[in-house]
């Protein structure tokens, strides 16, 4: 296809929609086979999705096409989350005495994955600077280093990755999670990496009503991930993939709405005297602006800041604003705010927040639908409050 974006997002996924132009959803969690051959052919095949609906379903199959499509992949896997995508990519593709390289700043459920549950598995990891391309290389052991994981933009400071540099390292396969981004953005696959995944929970799915990830790849790498999901289990449901497909109509308008807000949001925020330090890939203050400009189409729905008054400026902060919502999670049309300090991170000491780029009066902010003016008059009130 070699329409613009916005016209491919309506015209994916529909393979198995009939003349129904919304997602059909095929609940069936088995399917009656012709024959006896049949049967042998689809519990030997990865892609057979009217078997049985742990293997595929043709309703998650629409979804999984459509995301292969727009990432520039032959093939991709939905799971029942982004952590279902995430673990069937380690532990489906890494053995004991295996090594890992992951960047540091990284999704917490990621990070507690590979600091808890690889090790268990003799999965060595190793943590770098996911900003300095030269520390990637330098990690790598030759002969066992299988994956190297990145996450670009990342939590919770919008640190980037150089998609370019990580493509260009030879040997281990290159795993990007591209949740903030999505495939409008950026699609790390043209640049070299192997595998591109996504929380679907977030700005695909779009509405906070969808758990569901999705890994997107080679033909080959899919089906060897999926010959590990196929027994793990975190399958996608067919109500949740519907979302996805249904999420996926309405990424552009959504998504270059929530960019425009959060453009607007960070550069007022630069002049506000309480706030010390705004992070947006779009500003020029930005350390890796130029490198945002290079490879991102749209520079993300998430503003992250610091408040000068510490932690209790934050936790006020979170609490006094009225239209931007305390809660975990992003991409969905309401604007949601989150204290890292005093909720994900606060069995962190003031040295580990450090490392992590948090501080103490760190907010941050997914930009939804509402009003720029509004969010802004808000935002506004919630840090005289604090
Ligand atoms: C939310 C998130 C995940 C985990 O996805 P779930 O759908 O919650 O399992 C992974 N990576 C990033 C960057 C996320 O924001």
């Given amino acids: 296809m070699t329409e613009d974006v916005h016209t491919r997002l309506i015209q994916v996924g529909r393979r198995h929609n009939g003349a129904a132009l919304a997602p059909v959803v095929s609940s069936s969690s088995t399917f009656e086979l012709a024959s006896v051959a049949e049967g042998r052919e689809m519990a030997l095949s990865a892609s057979a999705n009217r078997y049985y609906s742990r293997y595929g379903n ?108 990580l493509g260009a390292i030879k040997g281990p396969m290159k795993v990007v999670d591209s949740t903030f981004a999505t495939p409008l953005s950026q699609r790390p696959l043209e640049h070299g990496c192997d595998l591109v995944l996504h929380s679907v929970t977030k700005f695909i799915g779009g509405h906070n009503d969808v758990t569901l990830g999705v890994v997107a790849g080679s033909r080959e790498l899919i089906d060897w991930v999926w010959g590990f999901a196929v027994l793990q289990g975190a399958v996608a449901s067919p109500h949740e993939a519907a979302a996805g497909t249904r999420g ?17 949001i960070a550069e007022a925020l630069e002049a506000e005297e309480s706030v010390t330090c705004v992070r947006y890939p779009g500003l020029e203050s930005h350390p890796q602006h130029d490198l945002a400009v290079r490879q991102m189409d749209l520079m993300g729905g998430l503003v992250t800041f610091d408040l000068t008054g510490g932690i209790e400026a934050g936790r006020t902060f979170v609490e006094s604003t009225r239209i931007c919502r305390l809660a975990t999670s992003l991409g969905g049309p309401e604007t949601l705010v989150t204290h890292p300090a005093s909720t994900t991170h606060v069995n962190l000491l003031p040295d580990e927040l450090a490392a992590a780029g948090i501080t103490e009066g760190t907010i941050r902010m997914s930009v939804g639908l509402e009003d720029p003016g509004d969010l802004l008059a808000d935002i506004r009130g919630g840090i005289a409050g604090a």
Avoid: K
């Fill in 58 to 165: 043709p309703t998650v199959s629409d979804f999984e096409e459509a995301v292969a499509e727009l990432e520039g992949a032959e093939a991709a896997r939905a799971f029942g989350s982004g952590m279902g995508a995430i673990a069937a990519v380690v532990l489906g593709l890494c053995s004991s005495g295996d090594h890992i390289v992951s960047q540091r700043q990284i999704y917490a459920g990621t990070q507690m994955l590979l600091q808890s549950v690889c090790p268990r598995m003799g999965i060595d990891v190793t943590f770098v600077d996911g900003t300095d391309a030269q520390a990637w290389q330098e990690a790598i052991r030759p002969g066992r280093t299988m994956l190297l994981l990145a996450e670009t933009p990342a939590n919770p400071r919008l640190d980037l990755v150089d998609l370019a540099a």
């Fill in 248 to 264: 996926l109509r309405t990424l552009a308008v959504r998504l270059e709405r929530q960019c425009e807000s959060a453009a607007t």
